[in-house]
């Protein structure tokens, strides 16, 4: 089993609409991300959560808003969707790890076409 | 602010050597990372280096890290047709925890 999850995969939808992507982990880890990647772009970070009482916003928040429901579940809203938010979202996690690095995991991904 | 940039695309032929490079802004980066990106998946940690080291060797990869320039490369020894993929440079910022990614190399293997 895929130990950080995305759901949905794949979602089209229409301007104006609300929409909620969720993520959730097996790994026990208390950091969770998210990010939208852009062809030529890489990732950028949107908001983040070292806890379950700890939000941040990260460098392009603004259209965006989430919840750490639990230490395992981190969702992300668009309150109402615009064609430029049509990008590839990934959720993250990390933890300190055994060599400090704070390597971050990677769920697959969610294709959202905002039309 | 912290940067990262890299090149966006690299073409080699098969059992070449591959050296994607990457260049950073922020002289407290404590850990340099290389992700990969195979088509349709997420990312995937390839390799890490901490900012004290110069050098980090891991089967067909090396690491090198200039601190002095901010420079970073990922040499892929012997590149095989499975190694196409995006490549992404990133770096962990002095406060810990937030990583930032280069815009990704997508490098080409040709048989």
């Known amino acids: 089993d895929a130990d950080v999850t995305q759901t949905p995969r794949n979602r089209i939808t229409k301007t104006g609409k609300r929409i909620m992507l969720e993520c959730s982990q097996t790994k026990g880890h208390d950091r969770m991300y998210w990010y939208r990647q852009d062809p030529g772009l890489g990732l950028r970070l949107i908001y983040y959560s070292f806890d379950v009482k700890d939000i941040n916003k990260g460098e392009i928040s603004d259209g965006y808003s989430v919840s750490r429901q639990a230490q395992a579940k981190f969702s992300l809203s668009l309150e109402s969707a615009i064609p430029n938010q049509t990008a590839l979202y990934f959720c993250?996690?990390?933890?300190?790890?055994?060599?400090?690095?704070?390597?971050?995991?990677f769920g697959p991904g969610t294709r959202l076409t905002v039309l | 602010g912290e940067d990262v940039e890299q090149s966006l695309f690299l073409s080699v032929r098969e059992g070449d050597s591959s050296v994607i490079n990457c260049t950073y802004t922020d002289s407290s980066s404590t850990y340099l990372y290389w992700y990969k990106q195979e088509p349709g998946a997420g990312l995937q940690l390839l390799t890490y280096?901490?900012?004290?080291?110069d050098m980090k060797q891991d089967q067909r990869l090396t690491v090198l890290l200039n601190k002095k320039d901010k420079h970073l490369s990922l040499r892929i020894a012997d590149t095989q047709t499975g190694d196409s993929a995006i490549y992404f440079c990133?770096?962990?910022?002095?406060?810990?925890?937030?990583?930032?990614f280069g815009q990704g190399t997508e490098l080409s293997v040709k048989p």
């Open positions: 990133a770096e962990m910022s002095y406060q810990g925890g937030k990583l930032i």
């Open positions: 280096i901490f900012s004290n080291m």
């Open positions: 993250a996690t990390s933890d300190l790890g055994t060599s400090g690095s704070y390597e971050q995991f």
